[in-house]
């Protein structure tokens, strides 16, 4: 009786939002699983780098969120460690066993000794801009990089950091409403991001599901849940909230509810301001809906975004920056270009064998997403190929010194239309295996690298 009643009530929910509870459940499932196995197998990092022409070496506790840096010159000598548990390291030369919390060793032929530490460099290299560690570590690992930005405006307000007003105010004005609630910001991050999550994936399903056939829009959506960055979805970052803005956006103007249109692309600019890409495919179809701005709600549609930009800029100028309109954003060592510029020092830094993984990677989307517009232009709906032609290029038309094309391969989730094409293209079973592979593959080791706060996107 009990089963029975179970799959009724089961059959009863919509389709979409079936797909989108089990598709949830299961990636978010699947992270808390692979963070498990990371905690208890690499619950310490340990780096030896060069500080300042100096030998150091940093160590950083998953369990705890402790950081230290430390010289590791000893007698003259410059040492190797390697971790040994969550409390310990090594050293490779002797095998002196050291304290990672005092730098002391405790066993082994320097037994006695310690390390000199420099605690005014562990915020450079674990960047908390003030803001507390979470004390359970299976959540704690999602505090990191741009997490820590919003937290911090969220619990000190703007102008704490340098920087900081380069991030728009709605994600951490709805973290402060929620985390008045739950009395905790980074707890109200969290659960803000997982809901907007799992809103994504039906509305996903939704706007899929209008221009293909269930199967081939629940493998869009995998490809969309297996992405490379897709684990920044389940982090305190505005990906997700974006995401929503945006496909309630593009629902809105499906039904010609331009009011509504507006209103979502006003949220959306001020959540990331990369939703001024949503302006052209408005003024399209606008343009389209006969008589053009000859109807009130055209024109309360485009003074929602003129209004969102507006206070954008209202706010930056009252908090005395430099530049205005970000045009060039110093603290973060960031400047506008034009996207072809951008595109060529990313091509110019491979080349030149000095780039990372990470700048070979977000090449490599940027170059694939742009390739796939072009052939697809046409297989997609035209407020669809606008808002990601316009995205593309507005994601281009930056450059971070040192880091090309940086975050273009966390970015690239929000171009939404281009997994409805490799839906498409994933309907040959070899596609869909090479698509699918390498993703998998890619999101287990960068997930690992962000957890460790190492530079993904």
């Known amino acids: 009786m009990f089963k029975e009643s179970l799959r009724s009530f089961f059959t009863s929910i919509p ?41 150091g070496v940093l160590t950083f506790s998953l369990r705890t969120s402790q950081g230290a840096i430390y010289l590791r010159d000893v007698d003259g000598q410059a040492l190797t460690f390697r971790p040994i548990d969550v409390d310990f390291m090594s050293d490779t030369q002797t095998g002196s066993i050291w304290d990672v919390k005092t730098g002391e060793s405790v066993n082994g032929a320097y037994k006695g000794k310690s390390l000199t530490s420099n605690p005014e460099m562990v915020e450079n290299f674990f960047p908390y801009r003030g803001v507390k560690p979470y004390s359970t570590a299976w959540l704690a690992i999602w505090q990191r990089f741009d997490a820590n930005w919003y937290l911090s405006i969220a619990e000190y307000g703007y102008g704490t950091s340098l920087g900081d007003f380069h991030f728009p105010p709605l994600f951490i004005f709805l973290i402060q409403i929620v985390g008045s609630l739950t009395g905790n910001f980074f707890i109200a991050g969290l659960l803000i991001s997982h809901l907007a999550t799992l809103f994504t994936i039906k509305l996903l399903y939704d706007l899929f599901h209008e221009w293909m056939p269930a199967s081939l829009a629940k493998r869009a959506i995998v490809y969309f849940l297996v992405f490379p960055t ?79 930009g507006l206070i954008y800029l209202f706010m930056r100028l009252q908090g005395g920056e430099k530049y205005v309109l970000p045009t060039n954003e110093t603290e973060l060592h960031t400047y506008l270009a034009l996207p072809w510029e951008s595109y060529w020092y990313a091509l110019r830094t491979i080349m030149s064998g000095q780039a990372s993984f990470v700048d070979f990677l977000n090449w490599f989307i940027a170059t694939l997403f742009i390739f796939m517009l072009v052939i697809g232009w046409r297989k997609l709906p035209i407020e669809y190929s606008l808002y990601t032609a316009g995205s593309i290029l507005i994601m281009l ?47 287990l080791l960068l997930s690992i690298q962000f957890w460790v706060w190492g530079w993904v996107a």
């Open 15 to 55: 389709p979409s939002w079936r797909f989108a509870v089990i598709a949830f459940v299961v990636l978010r499932g699947f992270y808390a699983i692979w963070s498990f196995v990371i905690l208890a197998f690499y619950p310490l990092i340990v780096q030896n780098f060069e500080m300042n022409n100096l030998p």
């Open 230 to 308: 897709s684990f920044y979805l389940f982090s305190v970052y505005s990906e997700p909230v974006f995401l929503v803005f945006v496909l309630m956006y593009m629902q809105a103007m499906k039904k010609k509810s331009w009011i509504w249109a507006g209103f979502w692309t006003f949220c959306a600019i001020l959540t990331r301001l990369q939703a001024i890409a949503l302006i052209p495919a408005l003024l399209y179809l606008i343009y389209q809906d006969k008589p053009f701005l000859r109807k009130p709600a055209h024109w309360v549609s485009l003074i929602f975004p003129v209004v969102a």
């Open 397 to 443: 038309s930056r450059i971070v010194e040192g880091q090309p094309l940086s975050g273009m391969s966390r970015f690239a989730l929000s171009l939404f239309p281009m997994f409805l094409l490799l839906g498409l293209i994933g309907e040959k079973p070899i596609l869909n295996r090479l698509i699918l592979y390498p993703a998998i593959l890619l999101n």
